[in-house]
C-alpha cells in the first residue's frame, strides 16, 4: 500500500469519527470539513463509538464493516452456489451451530470470522467483568469474596479456592444473616456476570414470594464474588438452612453469556459433592427456562428437598 492510499484511508477514518462526534475538529464544532489534517489527529480507543455503523469507503476503499453481530448477517447463508438455496435457509434456522458459513479456500470467509470473533468478545466480556453493583443494591445483597485474592485470572486457575468462604467472609455472614433457616438463598457471579444481571430481576422475587407463600423461612440472602459450586458446603455450615439455592453463572458459550443455573443441596456440610446436589441450568429468556418458571421450579424442589430430608443422587432414589 503507498503513502497516497494510506493517507486516504486515514482521512476517511477521521471524517467519520467526526461526524459521529467521537473526535472535535480544532477550532470548530461543526461536522466535519471535506479534507482533514491527519497529523493534528491523536487517537485512543476509548473515543471510538461502539454502535453498528453502515459501511464507508473512501477513495474507493472499504474502511468499515455492518456489525456482523446483527441476525440478518450472523443468520446470512454464505455457501456460494448452494444447489438447494432454501434447503441451505431452512437448515440455518433449524439451528444456532454455525452452518452454511461457507469458506474461502480452506478457511473461513472473513465475515464468519469476525463473527466469530464478535462473539467471543462477548464471552471474555461476561467471564471477567464483575456483576453491576446496582442490581445488588436493588436486591439489598451485601458482598463477601471466597478465598480468591488475585482477581478473575486465579478464580480461572483456582477453583479449589473457590469453594472456600474467605475469614472475613464467614465473619461478616455470622453477623448479618439469620440462622437455621428453610431455604437460603444466595448469588454467585461463577462464570458469567451477564448471566445474573440478565436473570436476577426476574427469579429473585418469584424464589422469595415462592418460599414465603410456602409458609417457609427465608434467610438473608447475599451475594458471593469468585464463587463455585462448592462454596454451598460453607453457607451450609455456617447459617445451617435446610435448604441453600446458589443462582450462579454457567460458563458462557460462544455469543451465549446470559444462562444462568440454580445449584440446589439439602443441608450442605463439608464433604458434599456434586452427587449431593440438584440444578437447574440453562435458565434465561428466550430459549432457555424462562427465569420466572426456573423460579418456581427451583421452589418446588426445594419443598421436595425438605420432604425427603434429601438432596442429588439421594432425593432421586427417595422419591
Ligand atoms: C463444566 C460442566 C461439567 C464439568 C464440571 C467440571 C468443573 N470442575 O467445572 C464436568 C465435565 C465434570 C461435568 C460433569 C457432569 N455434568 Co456437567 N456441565 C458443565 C457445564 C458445561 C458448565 C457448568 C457451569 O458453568 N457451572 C458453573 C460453575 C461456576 O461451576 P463450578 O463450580 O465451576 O463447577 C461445578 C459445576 O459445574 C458442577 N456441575 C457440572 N455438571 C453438573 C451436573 C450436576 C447434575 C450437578 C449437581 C453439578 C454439576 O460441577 C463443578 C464442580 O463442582 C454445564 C452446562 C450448563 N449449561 O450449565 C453442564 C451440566 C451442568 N452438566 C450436566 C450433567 C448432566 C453432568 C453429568 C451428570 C454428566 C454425566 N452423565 O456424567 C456430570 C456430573 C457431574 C458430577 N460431578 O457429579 C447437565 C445437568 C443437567 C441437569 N439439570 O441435571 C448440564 C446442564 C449439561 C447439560 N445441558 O446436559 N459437567
Given at each position: 500500500m503507498d503513502d497516497t492510499q494510506l493517507a486516504a484511508i486515514v482521512d476517511a477514518i477521521v471524517r467519520e469519527l467526526k461526524a459521529s462526534g467521537a473526535v472535535k475538529s480544532a477550532g470548530s464544532d461543526s461536522a466535519a470539513p471535506a479534507s482533514v489534517s491527519s497529523a493534528s489527529f491523536s487517537t485512543s480507543a476509548s473515543v471510538v463509538p461502539v454502535q453498528a455503523r453502515v459501511a464507508t469507503s473512501a477513495a474507493g476503499l472499504t474502511i468499515d464493516l455492518p456489525d456482523p453481530t446483527l441476525d440478518q448477517f450472523r443468520y446470512?447463508?454464505?455457501?456460494?452456489?448452494?444447489?438447494?438455496p432454501n434447503g441451505v435457509k431452512a437448515l440455518i434456522e433449524s439451528t444456532t451451530a454455525r452452518i452454511g458459513v461457507g469458506r474461502a479456500g480452506p478457511r473461513y470467509n472473513t465475515a464468519s470470522l469476525l463473527l466469530f470473533q464478535g462473539d467471543h468478545a462477548v464471552t471474555q466480556d461476561a467471564l471477567y467483568r464483575d456483576v453491576d453493583q446496582n442490581l445488588l443494591n436493588e436486591f439489598n445483597l451485601f458482598t463477601v469474596q471466597t478465598k480468591?485474592?488475585?482477581?478473575k485470572q486465579e478464580y480461572l486457575l483456582r477453583p479449589d479456592l473457590g469453594r472456600s468462604l474467605s475469614d472475613d467472609a464467614k465473619r461478616t455472614i455470622n453477623e448479618k444473616c439469620q440462622k437455621n433457616v428453610n431455604v437460603q438463598l444466595c448469588v454467585g457471579d461463577g462464570l458469567s456476570a451477564a448471566a445474573i444481571e440478565a436473570n436476577l430481576r426476574q427469579i429473585f422475587p418469584v424464589i422469595k414470594q415462592g418460599v414465603q407463600q410456602a409458609g417457609l423461612t427465608f434467610g438473608t440472602p447475599f451475594f458471593i464474588k469468585y464463587a463455585r459450586v462448592g462454596v454451598m458446603n460453607d453457607i451450609g455450615e455456617l447459617i445451617k438452612p435446610d435448604v441453600v439455592i446458589l443462582l450462579i453463572g454457567e460458563r458462557p458459550g460462544l455469543g451465549r453469556a446470559e444462562s444462568m443455573s440454580a445449584y440446589m443441596g439439602y443441608k450442605p456440610k463439608y464433604g458434599d459433592t456434586d452427587a449431593d446436589r440438584d440444578v437447574v441450568c440453562n435458565i434465561f429468556e428466550n430459549g432457555g427456562t424462562n427465569p420466572l418458571e426456573g423460579g418456581a421450579f427451583v421452589v418446588q424442589i426445594a419443598q421436595k428437598m425438605r420432604k425427603h430430608q434429601a438432596s442429588g443422587v439421594k432425593l432421586k432414589t427417595a422419591s
Open positions: 446470512m447463508p454464505r455457501v456460494k452456489n448452494p444447489k438447494d480468591i485474592t488475585g482477581g
